[in-house]
């Protein structure tokens, strides 16, 4: 005896969620992956200000690393996003041991140390350019407190200017990275920790033989995600700096806007595009397929 077909109302129920989600895929396939391959046609391309399709190969590339800006602006980045990783990482991990020790007001702790990353990176800039602001932020207030001599110009000094973008970018999603520890640590077994305990590990080699080992996932996770940011980091670079003093805090993100929409030259920006595309793909790619296989 032959199965018979679904009626109308199970077919419907097993098309409806594809059918919602349709317009979402379709939408998210042209104007995510669509112009994404633009980018890429557009790079080996000879387009000023407007698109242009006669293909000149591997010029624009060429042209790219000719540029002294374009290697200013990986120099930066390089530094950017060493200090950033590195110092978010530090500091959310402590964080989370700290607040894994189940200490009073937890509960109020840990919104305010998640607050920042609530905050547009927009918002992030404009508030930390206030603030240090010669002439009406930190340096200006110590002064009218009667510390004349008290001296902060590290937002207009060439030398320093890219350590106050560090210190911003770090203030803001140091709260992630600690929530991302935090649910590591809250997911190890307390009874293998307890058995340490009992075989005589003091608390330096619990973390450093146990813990830390055990929070792999969650660093590789915050690693990736940290330099995804720091690749992209424009609106915070534009909002603080604008790129300056000069190019002293020129980032890849704001040689690609400059390149493609001020300077009217769209081939070079768009390799530039493409390179970043490259250089986060390099770490993704690796990451989910790691991610992939562990789960199967």
């Not at 391309?45 to 698109?51: A, I, V």
């Amino acid at each position: 005896m032959t199965a018979s077909a679904p009626d109308f109302r199970t077919r419907l129920q097993d098309w409806l969620p594809k059918l919602v989600l349709a317009p979402s895929f379709a939408v998210t396939i042209l104007f995510v992956y669509g112009f994404i391959a633009f980018t890429v046609v557009l790079s080996f391309t000879g387009s000023k200000m407007l698109p242009r399709f006669d293909f000149v190969g591997f010029d624009n590339y060429a042209r790219l690393f000719a540029l002294p800006a374009w290697h200013t602006a990986i120099a930066n980045i390089a530094i950017f996003a060493t200090l950033y990783i590195t110092i978010c990482t530090a500091i959310g991990l402590m964080l989370a041991i700290f607040l894994d020790q189940k200490i009073r007001g937890e509960g109020v702790l840990r919104p305010i140390y998640l607050y920042p990353m609530a905050l547009s990176f927009i918002v992030t800039g404009t508030a930390w350019k206030w603030f240090l602001d010669p002439g009406i932020g930190l340096q200006q207030v110590m002064r009218l407190w009667g510390w004349e001599t008290f001296t902060f110009t590290w937002i207009k000094d060439a030398d320093y200017a890219l350590y106050v973008i560090v210190i911003a970018a770090v203030w803001q999603t140091s709260g992630f990275v600690m929530a991302m520890f935090l649910a590591g640590l809250r997911g190890i077994d307390n009874e293998m920790l307890k058995a340490a305990q009992i075989d005589g590990a003091s608390n330096w080699q619990l973390y450093r033989r146990i813990v830390i080992p055990m929070l792999r996932p969650a660093f590789l996770s915050a690693f990736v995600i940290l330099f995804h940011l720091a690749i992209k980091s424009y609106d915070l670079v534009i909002a603080l700096t604008g790129g300056g003093p000069g190019r002293a805090t020129e980032m890849p993100a704001t040689f690609m806007y400059s390149y493609t929409f001020t300077r009217n030259q769209m081939g070079i920006g768009a390799s530039s595009a493409v390179i970043m595309l490259m250089t986060i793909a390099a770490i993704m790619v690796p990451y989910l397929y790691a991610e992939l296989k562990e789960r199967k």
